[in-house]
């Protein structure tokens, strides 16, 4: 199949408007030799003849007249990704963005190239902190964009969903835990490391624990997931974490995952942002915040993908 392009079908659009090739040529500032070529090209890869060519003026063909509306519907998709890509272009300001430690550990570095590439007009200043906090920054307007646990049901904010990220249970490679499925009886014999006292994941851990069990869990909430790997490394107590932060850990030997008869749930993660009044620096990154956690959540290992899905 011979190619065509975009001029050739404005091209054609303008003679079957104008009725001449002369004033088409006019109104797309070329040559009526240049026009001719044109229309020639396009019919040549159609393998129709589109105008008939009369003394002083021409019309379309049967054949032109049911290609014309398709032509019209082609150039105004050409125009509207043209146009959308212009936005892009010239996105300016300043995005004041929050994530959270797990983003950090994870996709942020990504996503801080892929936004510097698509909008270099962009400035960005960045706080890190827990989803309570940037929840309260968010909905305050202090900050623009927030990924985080979400979603954030105040009116007014767009949540976009984005991946999950596993939590499992992790111990040191040498702890006194058997390698086989264990209870939570036996888990509560070491303390449990995990996320701030603030967050879903600790409140979710200590009612099950407390709930099912007889005794009071100790737990060691802590806002720094840094820290919390270190102390399980340690052999300090046990972590529910995210399985993404501490799977390196896991192939070098540092550390095991526990296998217990229930685990906390998954990590759920939104790029929420504020509709009013509209910023689409804040839009865009968000769209860009959920395409760039989708990539890397299909780029895990198989048995980490097959956990999250």
């Not at 190619?3 to 303008?14: A, D, R, V």
């Not at 105040?154 to 702890?175: Q, S």
């Not at 449990?192 to 624990?209: D, F, G």
Request: some cysteine; glycine content about 4%.
């Amino acid at each position: 199949m011979i190619p065509f392009n975009i001029k050739q079908l404005e091209t054609f659009l303008w003679v079957s408007t104008l009725g001449s090739f002369r004033k088409a040529a006019h109104r797309l500032n070329t040559t009526q030799p240049a026009v001719s070529a044109r229309i020639a090209s396009l019919e040549k890869a159609l393998g129709i003849q589109l105008f008939e060519r009369l003394s002083n003026t021409v019309r379309l063909t049967a054949k032109g007249e049911q290609l014309l509306p398709l032509a019209q519907r082609t150039l105004r998709t050409a125009d509207s990704l043209q146009r959308a890509a212009n936005t892009l272009a010239t996105v300016s300001g300043v995005l004041r963005l929050g994530v959270t430690e797990t983003i950090v550990h994870t996709w942020l570095s990504r996503f801080l190239e892929e936004l510097r590439q698509n909008y270099p007009r962009v400035g960005m200043d960045l706080i890190v902190d827990t989803t309570p906090n940037l929840r309260a920054e968010l909905i305050a307007q202090r900050i623009d964009m927030a990924v985080l646990m979400g979603p954030v049901t105040e009116y007014g904010i767009e949540n976009i969903k984005i991946p999950p990220f596993p939590l499992v249970w992790v111990c040191a490679a040498d702890a006194d835990l058997p390698h086989t499925t264990v209870t939570l009886c036996e888990l509560l014999r070491f303390p449990i490391i995990t996320y701030a006292r603030t967050t879903r994941p600790y409140s979710e851990i200590y009612h099950k624990l407390s709930s099912d069990l007889d005794d009071i869990p100790s737990m060691y909430p802590t806002s720094s997931l840094a820290a919390a790997v270190q102390m399980v490394i340690e052999g300090i107590g046990i972590g529910a974490l995210p399985r993404d932060l501490i799977e390196s850990h896991v192939e070098n030997g540092r550390l095991r995952i526990v296998d217990c008869e229930w685990r906390p749930s998954d990590l759920q993660f939104t790029a929420s942002f504020a509709m009013e009044p509209f910023n689409p620096a804040a839009e865009h990154a968000a769209l860009l915040a959920g395409a760039v956690a989708t990539a890397y959540a299909g780029r895990r290992s198989p048995a980490l993908a097959a956990e999250s899905s």
